[in-house]
T-cell receptor, first 116, second 109 residues
Framework: KAGVTQTPRYLIKTRGQQVTLSCSPI?????VSWYQQTPGQGLQFLFE???????NKGNFPGRFSGRQFSNSRSEMNVSTLELGDSALYLC???????????????FGPGTRLTVL | QKEVEQDPGPLSVPEGAIVSLNCTYS??????FMWYRQYSRKGPELLMY????GNKEDGRFTAQVDKSSKYISLFIRDSQPSDSATYLC?????????FGSGTKLNVKP
C-alpha cells in the first residue's frame, strides 16, 4: 500500500505571496491532519479534515486554511506569507479517528517551505 | 506549561547501549500513546502504539506507559547507528493528537 504523499517536497516563496500544498492520504484513510514543524516549536497541529469537513483546528491565524476533496486528498493554503512561516509542513492520515484501533496517524515526507 | 514534555537532548550513546527516552504529560484524558522516529529531512515514522499502562515490546523496542505517574518511556536495546534520529512521543485524547518536541539520539559506532 502506498504511503502518504505530499507535493511539492520543497518550495521557496517570498513574503506576501501565497502557497498551496497538497497531500494524498493512504488509500482508504479518511482523516487528514496538517502540522507545522519548526526547530523551536516542534510539531504544531494546524487542522484536521474528515469527509471533506474540518473537524479540528489548532491555534493558527486565518491565513492558514485547508480543504479536503471527496477522494480524501487535502490541500493546505497559506496566504500573505511571513518569514516565520518557514517550516516543514507535514500531512498525516488515519483511517477513522472514532475507532481507537484504527486512528493511528501515518505521516508523509513533508513539504519544506522557505519564505525569503 | 506544555501538555507533553520531552527532553530535547541531544543524547549520545555508544553502539550496543540501552537507550531510554521519556515523556511526561499533564492531561489525564490522554488514552493512547505513540512513539515516532524521524530521520533528518523525513516525516515521522510510527514505531510503537499502545493504549494501556504496562509494557509493549517489538523487537529491540519496548514502550512503557505509567498512567498513574503520567510518564511514558521508550527503551531501545542493542542500539545501532541506524537508530540515530529524533524520537517523538505522541499522545491522544478522544479528540486530538499532542506531540512532544522530540529527543535527538546519536548512536556512535
Amino acid at each position: 500500500k502506498a504511503g502518504v504523499t505530499q507535493t511539492p517536497r520543497y518550495l521557496i516563496k517570498t513574503r506576501g505571496q501565497q502557497v498551496t500544498l497538497s497531500c494524498s492520504p493512504i488509500s482508504g484513510h479518511r482523516s487528514v491532519s496538517w502540522y507545522q514543524q519548526t526547530p523551536g516549536q516542534g510539531l504544531q497541529f494546524l487542522f484536521e479534515y474528515f469527509s471533506e469537513t474540518q473537524r479540528n483546528k489548532g491555534n493558527f491565524p486565518g491565513r492558514f486554511s485547508g480543504r479536503q476533496f471527496s477522494n480524501s486528498r487535502s490541500e493546505m493554503n497559506v496566504s500573505t506569507l511571513e518569514l516565520g512561516d518557514s517550516a516543514l509542513y507535514l500531512c498525516a492520515s488515519s483511517y477513522d479517528r472514532d475507532k481507537p484501533s484504527t486512528d493511528t496517524q501515518y505521516f508523509g515526507p513533508g513539504t519544506r517551505l522557505t519564505v525569503l | 506549561q506544555k501538555e507533553v514534555e520531552q527532553d530535547p537532548g541531544p543524547l549520545s550513546v555508544p553502539e550496543g547501549a540501552i537507550v531510554s527516552l521519556n515523556c511526561t504529560y499533564s492531561n489525564s484524558a490522554f488514552q493512547y500513546f505513540m512513539w515516532y522516529r524521524q530521520y533528518s529531512r523525513k516525516g515521522p515514522e510510527l514505531l510503537m502504539y499502545t493504549y494501556s499502562s504496562g509494557n509493549k515490546e517489538d523487537g529491540r523496542f519496548t514502550a512503557q506507559v505509567d498512567k498513574s505517574s503520567k510518564y511514558i518511556s521508550l527503551f531501545i536495546r542493542d542500539s545501532q547507528p541506524s537508530d540515530s534520529a529524533t524520537y517523538l512521543c505522541a499522545m491522544k485524547d478522544f479528540n486530538k493528537f499532542y506531540f512532544g518536541s522530540g529527543t535527538k539520539l546519536n548512536v556512535k559506532p
